[in-house]
């Protein structure tokens, strides 16, 4: 099993990338966001991005629907805790933040788990 903290961030009101994590050999992964603080009438959208190299990073889509689904949270605005579940096989994951509305100001912190490790 793995756990750890992604990202841990403050007052944050301009949109980046989280920090990347090597999970080969792990999937079935939940993140947990848990936002402090928002600011005045914020927008945040958080997603999933992949990479096999560190330097190419791409978007995670969920293809077993009809429609692809860009993976992510649904859009935020206040303080809470929020709940994200995806599968993946590939080597980095990190999210993605976008900011934006009025006058935000974030303040929070994500963790994931894989729920199960691969053994070849």
Known sequence: MLQTILDSFSAKNASFAGNPLVITGYEDF??????????????????????????DWADLYDMTGVARQLVGFAQINAIGNYALQFSVFTRLVR????????TPSFTGSATVTAKREIIE
């Open 30 to 55: 939940t993140v947990i966001l848990k936002i402090t603080n928002v600011g005045t009438s914020p927008t945040l959208d958080v997603k999933v991005q992949v990479s096999d190299n560190g330097a």
């Open 95 to 102: 999210l993605y933040y976008t900011i934006g509305g009025t």
